[in-house]
């Protein structure tokens, strides 16, 4: 199966190029920003006609929460209106098409919370970067119902997000052996996930016809406080890590308080393959540590 994967260079991208190609059903397209540009309706059209995938993973995405707040013309012009154009584009040439969503669709006002969001609950996103993937979701689903939406959240693995230059396990490493002392928010709290995990989850997902919208993230749930003490155990770093609230820490743009999610489509299929996130977290961090 031929699958092209756009926004190959990020986080979540290179490790999906990477799997797909260890495995030999499978072979692998990278299309990084400069190749494919998912805000070029014409130029994506063009691209997929001459390579002819039978998939197409995107990765793309403006996610910087921040920048997102102050430029939402730019997070609508990628996300939203990004994801229009790949849905057309793969359906000109019949390719199912795999896009990458986030936890942050949800308001995080969940009254339940002994488990997460499953894909049946109400969205309620709370934040343009949020508000312009849930139109991401939007589009796709009209235009094109060859397709997984795949919700994802709190993403490590091993390049770091490109446009966060990269993820809160490498900060964490990083300030770790510069500081003694860390305040770390403890009032978000969501599904740390694993991109090497959720690669092969949608490995999975590719050879089915299983179409629609997908939670795939890592079991269990922790606060960025819970995240921080677990890294700094597995790391055995002598770091003492104080828990602040997202007043507190001086964060601004609104984000869901609990936005876990619960892999419930996936589980209902017998598909869930996504692992507790403390044991993805301690290989992750053995690969860092070398
Ligand atoms: N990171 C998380 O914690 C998280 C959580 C939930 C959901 N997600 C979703 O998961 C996906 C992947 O995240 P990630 O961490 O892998 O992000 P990433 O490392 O920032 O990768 C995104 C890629 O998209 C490319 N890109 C940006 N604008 C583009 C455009 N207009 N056309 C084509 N390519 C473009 C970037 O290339 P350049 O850098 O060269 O511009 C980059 O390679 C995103 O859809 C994100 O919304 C991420």
Redesign the pocket.
């Known amino acids: 199966m031929k699958v092209a994967v ?10 999906l190029c990477r799997v797909l190609d260890e495995d030999s059903a499978f072979s692998c397209v990278p ?4 190749a ?5 309706l014409e130029g994506l059209r063009q691209l997929f006609r001459e390579l002819r995938p039978s998939a197409v993973c ?7 929460v921040e920048e997102c707040e102050k430029d939402p013309d730019a997070a609508f ?3 939203a209106l ?1 994801a229009r154009n790949l849905a057309l584009a793969c359906r000109d040439v019949g390719a199912s098409l795999l ?6 669709v949800f308001g995080g006002d969940k009254a339940d919370r002994t488990r997460g969001y499953t894909e049946f609950d109400p969205v309620g996103p709370g934040n343009a ?1 949020a508000r312009s ?1 849930l139109a991401g979701e939007q589009y796709i689903r009209s235009i094109w119902p060859e397709h997984f939406i ?8 091993a ?6 230059g990269g ?2 396990v490498t900060t964490m490493l990083r300030l770790g052996k510069e500081r003694r002392h860390l305040r770390v928010i403890d009032d978000q709290v969501g599904s740390p ?1 694993s ?1 090497r995990f959720l690669a092969l989850q949608v490995l999975a997902l590719l050879r089915t016809e299983r179409f629609g919208t997908v939670h795939a993230v890592c079991t269990g749930s922790a606060s960025w406080y819970d995240l921080a003490r677990e890294i700094f155990r597995l790391a055995r770093m002598d770091v003492a890590v104080f828990p602040v609230s997202t007043e507190e820490y001086g964060q601004t743009v609104p984000r869901p308080r609990f936005s876990v999610l619960e892999n419930y489509v996936l589980s209902l299929e017998g598909m869930n393959r996504m692992p507790p996130w403390q044991e993805a977290l301690e290989r992750y961090v053995r690969e860092v540590l070398g």
């Open positions: 756009v926004g190959a260079s990020g986080q979540v991208g290179s490790l299309l990084n920003h400069a494919a540009d998912v805000t070029d995107s990765t793309a995405a403006f996610h910087n012009r990628v996300n990004g896009w990458f969503s986030t936890d942050y970067y993937k795949v919700r994802t959240a709190w993403l490590f693995g390049s770091g997000s490109r446009s966060k993820n809160f996930t991109t």
